[in-house]
Nanobody, 124 residues
Framework: QVQLVESGGGLVQAGGSLRLSCVAS????????MGWFRQAPGNEREFVAA????????YYGDSVKGRFTISRDNAKNTVYLQMNSLKPEDTAIYYC?????????????????WGQGTQVTVSS
């Protein structure tokens, strides 16, 4: 089992930045690839970014490429999402997720473990 707790969400103006954190406990963290997803009201949960177990491989959704950066610190059992140049359309609940493999995935179906989410609101 893996428990995930996100933090760092909040209200920010368009063009601003936020850094989300996700602390993992339970299963050995450095064996899991991790991902961030988001869900806005009325929308499906959308892939944002993923990172493999070592941090050497990262994937991004098209809408966040060049603005968001995913990283991890295995010594702290933490994965981060640095979000820059935020736009109102980035407003959503952001979820951290963990796989059971060292390979990262873009599909939410590959992630059996999820956090409770943290709200990000970007005002125009």
């Amino acid at each position: 089992q893996v428990q995930l707790v996100e933090s760092g969400g909040g209200l920010v103006q368009a063009g601003g930045s936020l850094r989300l954190s996700c602390v993992a406990s339970g299963r050995t963290f450095d064996r899991n690839s991790m991902g961030w997803f988001r869900q806005a009201p009325g929308n499906e949960r959308e892939f944002v970014a993923a990172i493999n177990w070592s941090g050497a491989i990262t994937y991004y959704g098209d809408s966040v490429k060049g603005r968001f950066t995913i990283s991890r610190d295995n010594a702290k059992n933490t994965v981060y999402l640095q979000m820059n140049s935020l736009k109102p359309e980035d407003t959503a609940i952001y979820y951290c997720a963990a796989t059971t493999t060292r390979v990262p995935f873009k599909s939410r179906n590959e992630y059996p473990y999820w956090g409770q989410g943290t709200q990000v609101t970007v005002s125009s």
